[in-house]
Protein backbone atom coordinates (compact mmCIF):
# COMPACT_ATOMS: atom_id res chain seq x y z
CA UNK A 1 0.00 0.00 0.00
CA UNK A 2 1.14 3.75 -0.63
CA UNK A 3 2.27 5.90 2.23
CA UNK A 4 3.23 9.74 2.36
CA UNK A 5 5.73 10.81 4.81
CA UNK A 6 6.63 14.82 6.14
CA UNK A 7 9.03 15.85 8.37
CA UNK A 8 9.45 17.28 10.46
CA UNK A 9 6.08 17.62 12.32
CA UNK A 10 6.31 20.49 13.86
CA UNK A 11 9.15 23.63 13.53
CA UNK A 12 9.71 26.73 15.07
CA UNK A 13 11.96 28.87 12.93
CA UNK A 14 12.92 32.68 13.59
CA UNK A 15 12.12 35.24 10.27
CA UNK A 16 14.86 35.48 7.72
CA UNK A 17 15.94 31.62 8.67
CA UNK A 18 16.03 29.18 6.19
CA UNK A 19 13.33 26.63 5.55
CA UNK A 20 13.77 22.95 4.02
CA UNK A 21 10.42 20.63 4.26
CA UNK A 22 10.66 16.77 2.74
CA UNK A 23 8.15 14.89 1.59
CA UNK A 24 8.38 10.73 0.22
CA UNK A 25 6.21 8.79 -1.13
CA UNK A 26 6.31 5.22 -0.59
CA UNK A 27 4.32 2.17 -3.06
CA UNK A 28 3.92 3.90 -5.75
CA UNK A 29 5.71 5.30 -8.63
CA UNK A 30 5.61 8.43 -11.02
CA UNK A 31 3.18 10.37 -8.23
CA UNK A 32 1.59 13.86 -8.49
CA UNK A 33 3.44 15.91 -6.19
CA UNK A 34 1.66 18.28 -4.12
CA UNK A 35 2.40 21.15 -1.43
CA UNK A 36 -0.10 22.94 -0.05
CA UNK A 37 -0.27 25.46 3.03
CA UNK A 38 -3.16 25.92 5.51
CA UNK A 39 -3.59 28.85 7.89
CA UNK A 40 -5.48 28.27 11.09
CA UNK A 41 -9.50 27.86 10.32
CA UNK A 42 -9.13 27.83 6.28
CA UNK A 43 -8.76 26.26 3.79
CA UNK A 44 -5.72 24.71 1.21
CA UNK A 45 -4.10 27.02 -0.83
CA UNK A 46 -1.89 25.07 -4.08
CA UNK A 47 1.68 26.24 -3.66
CA UNK A 48 3.33 24.01 -6.11
CA UNK A 49 2.28 20.28 -8.30
CA UNK A 50 5.17 18.20 -10.15
CA UNK A 51 3.84 15.79 -12.52
CA UNK A 52 8.19 14.58 -12.58
CA UNK A 53 11.56 14.42 -11.40
CA UNK A 54 12.64 18.13 -12.15
CA UNK A 55 9.27 19.57 -13.02
CA UNK A 56 7.51 21.89 -10.90
CA UNK A 57 4.87 24.09 -11.18
CA UNK A 58 4.06 27.13 -9.19
CA UNK A 59 0.15 28.57 -8.39
CA UNK A 60 1.35 31.50 -6.61
CA UNK A 61 4.03 34.14 -6.43
CA UNK A 62 5.47 33.68 -3.02
CA UNK A 63 8.53 33.28 -0.96
CA UNK A 64 8.66 29.55 -1.40
CA UNK A 65 10.41 27.41 -3.79
CA UNK A 66 9.77 23.66 -4.31
CA UNK A 67 12.09 20.98 -5.66
CA UNK A 68 12.07 17.45 -6.89
CA UNK A 69 15.16 15.65 -6.97
CA UNK A 70 13.44 12.06 -6.49
CA UNK A 71 10.83 10.44 -8.11
CA UNK A 72 9.34 10.15 -4.75
CA UNK A 73 10.78 12.89 -3.09
CA UNK A 74 9.40 16.41 -2.69
CA UNK A 75 11.21 19.19 -1.00
CA UNK A 76 9.65 23.08 0.15
CA UNK A 77 12.02 25.64 0.50
CA UNK A 78 12.84 28.75 1.64
CA UNK A 79 16.06 31.11 2.12
CA UNK A 80 14.54 33.73 4.03
CA UNK A 81 11.20 33.10 6.44
CA UNK A 82 9.00 35.67 6.61
CA UNK A 83 6.10 35.75 9.92
CA UNK A 84 3.62 35.05 6.76
CA UNK A 85 5.01 31.55 5.94
CA UNK A 86 3.55 30.49 9.59
CA UNK A 87 1.02 27.72 8.83
CA UNK A 88 0.31 24.40 8.03
CA UNK A 89 2.14 22.39 5.37
CA UNK A 90 0.84 19.79 3.65
CA UNK A 91 1.86 17.18 0.79
CA UNK A 92 0.00 15.01 -1.36
CA UNK A 93 0.36 12.66 -4.21
CA UNK A 94 -1.59 11.60 -6.69
CA UNK A 95 -1.95 8.90 -9.86
CA UNK A 96 -2.82 11.90 -12.43
CA UNK A 97 -4.53 15.30 -12.37
CA UNK A 98 -7.68 13.94 -11.95
CA UNK A 99 -7.32 11.71 -10.13
CA UNK A 100 -8.15 11.65 -5.42
CA UNK A 101 -4.99 13.33 -3.80
CA UNK A 102 -3.76 11.73 -1.08
CA UNK A 103 -2.24 13.55 2.03
CA UNK A 104 0.62 13.71 4.47
CA UNK A 105 0.46 14.43 8.27
CA UNK A 106 1.79 17.63 7.27
CA UNK A 107 4.11 20.33 9.23
CA UNK A 108 3.22 22.78 11.52
CA UNK A 109 5.60 25.98 11.14
CA UNK A 110 5.67 28.62 13.01
CA UNK A 111 7.78 31.55 12.15
CA UNK A 112 8.71 34.28 14.77
CA UNK B 1 -11.22 33.48 -5.97
CA UNK B 2 -12.99 29.81 -5.33
CA UNK B 3 -15.46 28.48 -6.89
CA UNK B 4 -16.01 25.95 -4.40
CA UNK B 5 -18.07 27.20 -1.30
CA UNK B 6 -20.11 25.62 1.59
CA UNK B 7 -23.29 26.90 2.77
CA UNK B 8 -22.75 26.59 6.58
CA UNK B 9 -19.21 26.76 8.28
CA UNK B 10 -20.37 25.05 11.59
CA UNK B 11 -22.53 22.01 12.30
CA UNK B 12 -23.37 20.67 15.38
CA UNK B 13 -25.65 17.79 15.62
CA UNK B 14 -26.50 15.23 18.40
CA UNK B 15 -24.68 11.40 18.76
CA UNK B 16 -26.16 9.14 16.74
CA UNK B 17 -28.53 11.82 14.26
CA UNK B 18 -27.73 11.57 10.40
CA UNK B 19 -25.70 15.04 9.69
CA UNK B 20 -25.78 16.82 5.80
CA UNK B 21 -22.89 18.84 4.79
CA UNK B 22 -23.68 21.23 1.80
CA UNK B 23 -21.44 22.11 -1.04
CA UNK B 24 -22.00 24.69 -3.78
CA UNK B 25 -19.65 24.95 -6.68
CA UNK B 26 -20.07 27.53 -10.00
CA UNK B 27 -18.14 25.76 -12.51
CA UNK B 28 -20.57 23.99 -14.62
CA UNK B 29 -17.46 22.04 -16.38
CA UNK B 30 -16.88 20.17 -12.91
CA UNK B 31 -16.87 16.57 -13.33
CA UNK B 32 -14.95 14.62 -10.27
CA UNK B 33 -15.58 16.05 -6.52
CA UNK B 34 -14.25 14.61 -3.52
CA UNK B 35 -15.02 14.98 0.43
CA UNK B 36 -11.94 14.59 2.82
CA UNK B 37 -12.20 14.74 6.37
CA UNK B 38 -9.59 16.61 8.33
CA UNK B 39 -9.24 16.43 12.10
CA UNK B 40 -7.80 18.52 14.28
CA UNK B 41 -3.65 18.73 14.08
CA UNK B 42 -3.76 16.20 11.10
CA UNK B 43 -4.01 15.89 7.24
CA UNK B 44 -6.86 15.75 5.11
CA UNK B 45 -8.54 12.31 4.83
CA UNK B 46 -10.14 10.94 1.42
CA UNK B 47 -13.82 10.03 2.12
CA UNK B 48 -15.73 9.42 -0.90
CA UNK B 49 -15.93 10.61 -4.86
CA UNK B 50 -18.03 10.86 -7.03
CA UNK B 51 -17.89 11.35 -11.10
CA UNK B 52 -20.53 13.85 -13.26
CA UNK B 53 -21.78 10.78 -15.09
CA UNK B 54 -23.22 9.93 -11.33
CA UNK B 55 -26.12 11.49 -8.87
CA UNK B 56 -25.05 9.30 -5.84
CA UNK B 57 -22.42 7.24 -4.52
CA UNK B 58 -22.41 5.32 -1.16
CA UNK B 59 -19.71 4.23 1.46
CA UNK B 60 -19.52 2.91 5.02
CA UNK B 61 -21.93 5.17 6.88
CA UNK B 62 -21.66 8.21 3.53
CA UNK B 63 -23.69 9.41 0.53
CA UNK B 64 -22.45 11.61 -1.31
CA UNK B 65 -25.45 13.46 -3.92
CA UNK B 66 -24.34 15.51 -6.52
CA UNK B 67 -27.16 17.80 -8.49
CA UNK B 68 -25.64 19.25 -11.33
CA UNK B 69 -28.84 20.99 -12.39
CA UNK B 70 -28.32 23.40 -9.19
CA UNK B 71 -24.57 22.71 -8.99
CA UNK B 72 -24.79 21.13 -5.57
CA UNK B 73 -22.80 18.23 -3.62
CA UNK B 74 -24.20 17.17 -0.25
CA UNK B 75 -22.22 14.30 2.12
CA UNK B 76 -24.64 12.64 4.33
CA UNK B 77 -23.37 10.89 7.32
CA UNK B 78 -25.37 7.91 9.08
CA UNK B 79 -25.62 7.68 12.82
CA UNK B 80 -23.03 10.64 13.51
CA UNK B 81 -20.45 9.43 16.37
CA UNK B 82 -18.05 11.47 18.19
CA UNK B 83 -15.36 10.17 16.09
CA UNK B 84 -16.60 12.00 12.87
CA UNK B 85 -15.91 15.43 14.50
CA UNK B 86 -13.70 16.88 11.91
CA UNK B 87 -13.37 19.67 9.46
CA UNK B 88 -14.96 18.37 6.09
CA UNK B 89 -14.01 20.03 3.08
CA UNK B 90 -15.33 19.43 -0.74
CA UNK B 91 -12.70 19.37 -3.85
CA UNK B 92 -13.73 20.15 -7.61
CA UNK B 93 -11.69 19.41 -10.90
CA UNK B 94 -12.56 19.79 -14.04
CA UNK B 95 -10.19 18.24 -17.39
CA UNK B 96 -8.97 21.36 -18.38
CA UNK B 97 -8.38 22.41 -14.48
CA UNK B 98 -5.98 19.43 -13.72
CA UNK B 99 -5.86 20.05 -10.13
CA UNK B 100 -8.03 20.30 -7.57
CA UNK B 101 -9.88 23.01 -6.50
CA UNK B 102 -10.74 23.04 -2.47
CA UNK B 103 -13.68 24.82 -0.40
CA UNK B 104 -13.39 26.52 3.07
CA UNK B 105 -14.81 23.57 5.12
CA UNK B 106 -17.40 23.14 7.54
CA UNK B 107 -16.81 21.91 11.34
CA UNK B 108 -18.93 18.90 12.42
CA UNK B 109 -19.50 18.87 16.16
CA UNK B 110 -20.67 15.87 17.42
CA UNK B 111 -22.74 16.36 20.86
CA UNK B 112 -22.95 12.66 22.85
Known amino acids: SQTIHQWPATLVQPVGSPLSLECTVE??????LYWYRQAAGRGLQLLFYSVGIGQISSEVPQNLSASRPQDRQFILSSKKLLLSDSGFYLC???????????FGPGTRLLVL | GESVGLHLPTLSVQEGDNSIINCAYS??????FIWYKQESGKGPQFIID?????DKRQGQRVTVLLNKTVKHLSLQIAATQPGDSAVYFC???????????FGKGTKLSVKP
Open chain 1, 27 to 32: GTSNPN
Open chain 1, 92 to 102: AWSTGVQETQY
Open chain 2, 91 to 101: AENWTSQGNLI
Open chain 2, 50 to 54: IRSNM
Open chain 2, 27 to 32: NSASDY
